[in-house]
């Protein structure tokens, strides 16, 4: 749970930390302030339920590293979202964009939820315009569930 705090506080301490290459990380989003919101995500609902149930994997944050470049390229996470079910969501900081980093992690990251979490249903959503994170979903096998404010993909075991 420390590298949570040490990641909410400053990412590039956290990377010094890990051994990698430091940078100011960037996001472009459609979400507004992304960064802020990552952090208030992982001081204020990631690390609560860490402490709830410590051994419990999918509430928390894990990091996509360039192992070649020795460098964080983005993040990824789940979120309990009922029986056996967990809501996803990922980004690429700027600059690291269109290079297949978020198919790789996704496709990584929920065969992990099917075979190691127990989970037989993983969601996503998205901003509607967002293109590049719809394809990530749909070379995943993800399939579009609904469309409103946000668009909604689901993935079934």
Known sequence: MAQ???????????????????????IESAYGDFMAMLKDALINMITPALSKS????LATHWLIIDESIKTCVGGI??????????????FIFSGFEGKGYATAAVS????????????????ASIPPD????????????????SSSEEVWFALYK
């Open 108 to 123: 990584q990251f929920t065969r992990w939820l099917f075979e190691e979490a127990s989970i037989t249903t993983v969601t």
């Open 4 to 26: 949570i705090h040490t990641y909410a506080q400053s990412p590039v301490q956290l990377f010094i930390q890990l051994g990698l290459e430091t940078f100011e990380p960037v």
């Open 130 to 145: 967002h293109i590049a994170s719809e394809k990530v979903l749909l070379k995943n096998g993800f399939v579009q569930v």
């Open 54 to 57: 410590p051994g419990f994997p």
């Open 77 to 90: 996470g789940a979120f309990p979202s009922g029986n056996r079910s967990a809501v996803i969501g990922y």
